[in-house]
């Protein structure tokens, strides 16, 4: 009974970082702070994949999840913290909406988990409806960050924050895929971080700013 | 044996040309690699037609689309191959491009096709998803090869919205996983899928497929989420635009079909067959508005795609013979359409430009190329006896019983977008050729590859082999 409130306690304090930490992406101005941020998260989903281990020992997800832990806790990060350090890109680009705005529509998208729709999604463990309404929320404000944010960095790690709150959603919904797989995908996401990390770089070159508004060349 | 054949001949392409200082090593790589990818689709096509799948594993199975689709990746692969090498010769003799450049085209290249083939032969939803996010990262770099900012531009949005529509398509993929819940253990593959769909909870099917069809339909370039296809297919190199219109638009629709047949037996056809007509006809009205007024021929032959990947969406969305006519269309858009982008890399070769306004009197100019260029147009359009003009009525008639008002809108769009590509044809076939364009002989080898292209869609348009006969019929008994 303990065990069992230990652990729920215990997943709702991990999904609540993670959310959390979605919620103070929107709100920060600089990129160091947003990669911060993102390891906190990371950390967090990171947790969460860990946390079985205590019970039932299995080495396919011990790799996995020490993997995971290496890639979006450590790599990522650190990429982006010496890209953000090499090209002195102290500040993220604005926002499309001001601060006062961007809560509102985060406290609106939260408010929409509770729909028929996301609430549907929700009762897929509904012994975890909660905290898969939190992972849905996730979802839905890392893909507002993406919109909303100016900055290519802000963009990018939009896109690793919203593949985070599905990692949760898989997790307390008891539909992660078998390690092997997992691996898989960890590994895709990590060349992806290279790449957006590369391409990155490429755009401050040849732009000498990460503002997606100021990439005006296709306009014909 | 085959699939080993398939999958590994383009990677081992491409690691040789990683290790390779000589350019010619690169392309005899990527021409051998073509060349036996092509062989091996085929013995493997062959065993589809005759058995009905081939399933050397548990992770690989072939169905009977699976089949068409891997056989147009290793043909008109092949034929990429070939004609890659020509182009890629002609822009290095005009200093656009030096050999590192090269080397690093055959090394994504063939990775590229070796993703392509990894996600239409695999049993596993989940590697199909990460087959095709290997797709995106194999070709940002090749979509902003020439380094200017338009093309870094088109490479960063492609990189940016593919991925987000990735991701919500992998959301889609996990919620359809719950069908499988019902039973331990079982292995997540599309014959899984298929068998437990009666476990899916109808709501879930239906949030889970608008997932999976705004995420793949995001790389299939439905529109409104079409928004990277035009810059990127416009700003990569003619050989790889070719590919990412003619091929990789139908991996990802294979992705779509394959989870409509899922989500068809959970809650039957109508659901997914009407999200499937309105995205395909927005596609084709846009894309018809669009054409008119392009000023691009590169842009214009992108927005051709968006139409006919609704074209497709629409004839799988009516079913019965329009799924009939959307297998057959899928197959000559593929030809026709990589034979357009190969032309245009003609036209850029000798114009130096991909604005319309700037490409006058091609017909004096490059006169053979000019002469695919009429057939890749009247092909696309689809003018009689040529096969999309076929599948184009099919699925018309197909849609007026069931859907005659998104039939007459459609209808009236192919009309908008036969008019705006005979005006831009007209633009760039006549005229006087600018002063300063050469009149040099075209290279053969820049053209051989297009006349295969026609000569393939001409005898498809006119003569279907039995054994795709049989794939097409396999695979309609299972899409439709």
Request: aromatic share 12%; hydrophobic share 55%; net charge positive.
């Amino acid at each position: 009974m303990i065990d069992a409130m230990n652990n729920s306690f215990f997943q709702f304090t991990a999904i609540t970082a993670v959310f959390l930490s979605a919620v103070l992406l929107h709100i920060t101005k600089r990129n160091s702070t947003a990669v911060s941020l993102y390891f906190i998260q990371s950390l967090a989903v990171a947790a969460l994949l860990f946390r079985p281990l205590f019970e039932n020992f299995s080495l396919a997800v011990l790799l996995m999840a020490g993997l995971t832990l290496a890639i979006k806790a450590a790599v990522a990060p650190l990429f982006f913290s010496r890209l953000i350090k090499r090209h002195q890109l102290k500040f993220s680009a604005s926002t499309y909406l001001n601060t006062p705005l961007t809560l509102i529509v985060i406290a609106a998208l939260a408010a929409l988990t509770n729909s028929r729709i996301f609430s549907h999604i929700a009762s897929i463990d509904p012994d975890n409806k909660k905290i898969l309404g939190l992972a849905i929320a996730v979802i839905l404000v890392s893909f507002f960050l993406i919109i909303n944010r100016k900055g290519a960095v802000s963009q990018i790690i939009g896109i690793l924050s919203l593949e985070n709150g599905i990692v949760a959603f898989a997790l307390f919904s008891g539909l992660e895929q078998s390690p092997a797989l997992q691996i898989g995908v960890i590994f895709d996401l990590f060349v992806w971080v290279i790449i957006a990390a590369v391409f990155i770089s490429m755009i401050y070159k040849q732009f000498g700013s990460l503002d997606v508004t100021e990439l005006k060349h296709l306009k014909e | 044996m085959e699939l080993i054949l398939i999958i590994g001949s383009p990677i081992v392409a491409s690691i040789a040309s990683f290790f390779s200082s000589k350019r010619k090593a690169c392309e005899t790589a990527t021409i051998i690699a073509g060349a036996v990818a092509l062989a091996a689709a085929l013995f493997a096509v062959l065993k589809v037609s005759s058995e009905g799948t081939y399933s050397p594993n548990d992770y690989f199975s072939i169905d009977a689309l699976g089949a068409i689709i891997i056989s147009l990746i290793a043909f008109i692969g092949f034929i990429a191959a070939l004609y890659s090498t020509a182009y890629l010769r002609r822009e290095t003799e005009k200093g656009i491009i030096g050999f590192e450049k090269v080397r690093l085209y055959f090394i994504l290249f063939n990775l590229f096709i070796a993703a392509m083939f990894l996600a239409a032969s695999t049993s596993n939803p989940i590697i199909m998803w990460i087959a095709i996010e290997g797709t995106t990262l194999s070709t940002a770099f090749l979509i902003s090869f020439y380094n200017k900012p338009s093309a870094m531009e088109a490479a960063w949005k492609y990189l940016i919205i593919n991925s987000i529509g990735l991701l919500l398509g992998f959301f889609g993929t996990l919620l359809f996983y719950t069908a499988l819940t019902h039973g331990e253990g079982i292995a997540f593959s599309w014959d899984s899928l298929m068998d437990s769909a009666k476990n899916l909870d109808p709501m879930i099917a239906k949030i889970a497929f608008i997932f999976i069809l705004v995420g793949y339909g995001t790389k299939t370039g439905l529109a409104p989420m079409h928004t990277w296809l035009p810059d990127a297919h416009s700003k990569a190199p003619a050989p790889v635009s070719g590919l990412l219109s003619g091929l990789l638009l139908n991996v990802a629709m294979l992705a779509i079909l394959r989870f409509k047949v899922v989500a068809d037996a959970a809650i039957g056809g109508q659901f997914t067959g009407n999200l499937l007509i309105w995205f395909g006809l927005i596609s084709i009205v846009l894309a018809g508005f669009i054409i008119m007024v392009q000023k691009n021929y590169k842009r214009l032959f992108a927005y051709s795609s968006i139409e006919n990947m609704g074209i497709a969406a629409m004839g799988f969305g009516f079913g019965g013979i329009g799924s009939f006519a959307a297998i057959l269309h899928i197959i000559y858009h593929a030809l026709a359409k990589s034979l357009l982008f190969f032309s245009s890399g003609n036209i850029f070769l000798r114009y130096s430009s991909t604005k319309i306004a700037k490409v006058k009197g091609m017909l004096s100019a490059i006169p053979a190329t000019s002469l695919v260029v009429v057939i890749g147009f009247l092909t696309i359009v689809g003018v009689p006896p040529f096969g999309i003009f076929m599948t184009k009525f099919y699925i018309l008639s197909e849609g007026l019983k069931t859907h005659p008002v998104q039939t007459i809108i459609a209808l009236v769009s192919f009309v908008i977008i036969f008019v705006g590509f005979l005006t831009h044809a007209a633009a760039l076939l006549f005229g006087n050729a600018p002063e300063e364009i050469s009149k040099e002989k075209e290279n053969k080898w820049t053209i051989i590859p297009l006349a295969i292209l026609i000569i393939a869609f001409v005898v498809l348009s006119v003569y279907l082999p039995p054994p795709l006969k049989i794939l097409i019929d396999s695979a309609l008994i299972k899409y439709q």
